[in-house]
């Protein structure tokens, strides 16, 4: 069966520190990958996907980027974070037919102080 | 632009009332997801509506995707604290990326 982790679970950060969370999908090959951000209590705000290997796109312009290293790796980066980029970062995949299905990492809650 | 909306945002219930939530569009999808997002954690699927007029039953939630799939409902029968929780619906197109609603956040209360 397939699985999906995201970690850290929690992270506190400073005003302009830089910013690694990463997401490891296992059970499956070539999947599509995403990353969110959710406000609180709203609803899911997409940041990037990526359908293979070093390709990435981007939705919303923003001092966030993202990689993928290898095909079941997806990381967030960012070199000097804002107080806006807090939020509760989301994970996901969906398989490569584009049925839309998409299946969630646990989340990182991340606060910028 | 696809852009979905949901109703009601906000929902506080008594448990073992009934209730329905809707999520609608001006796009027509070729499938509809449905979501349910517990606090700290990421959501879970449901079920995926592809066929219009199409009716799923996943145990008390009864899910229907309209006819011209723009829109679809989710009725809860005999609502139970266990339902509490963001109930989030997403549209789109194969091979396309799939848009999410604001969600629907429901308290059921015992």
């Known amino acids: 069966s397939q699985t999906i982790h995201q970690w850290p679970a929690t992270l506190v950060q400073p005003v302009g520190s830089p910013l690694s969370l990463e997401c490891t999908v296992e059970g499956t090959s070539n999947p599509n990958l995403y990353w969110y951000r959710q406000a609180a209590g709203r609803g899911l705000q997409l940041l990037f996907y990526s359908v293979g290997i070093g390709q990435i796109s981007s939705e919303v312009p923003q001092n966030l980027s993202a990689s993928r290293p290898q095909d079941r790796q997806f990381i967030l980066s960012s070199k000097k974070l804002l107080l806006s980029d807090s939020g509760f970062y989301l994970c996901?995949?969906?398989?490569?037919?584009?049925?839309?299905?998409?299946?969630f990492g646990p989340g990182t809650r991340l606060t910028v102080t | 632009t696809q852009l979905l909306e949901q109703s009601p945002q906000f929902l506080s219930i008594q448990e073992g009332e009934n209730l329905t939530v809707y999520c609608n569009s001006s796009?027509?999808?070729?499938?509809l997801q449905w979501y349910r997002q517990e606090p700290g954690e990421g959501p879970v699927l449901l079920v995926t509506?592809?066929?219009?007029?199409e009716v799923k039953k996943l145990k008390r939630l009864t899910f229907q995707f309209g006819d011209a799939r723009k829109d679809s409902s989710l009725h809860i029968t005999a609502a139970q604290p266990g339902d509490t929780g963001l109930y989030l619906c997403a549209g789109g197109w194969w091979g396309q990326n799939f848009v999410f609603g604001p969600g629907t956040r429901l308290s059921v209360l015992p």
């Open positions: 996901a995949w969906s398989d490569y037919t584009g049925s839309g299905e998409q299946y």
């Open positions: 509506v592809v066929t219009g007029g």
């Open positions: 796009s027509v999808f070729s499938s």
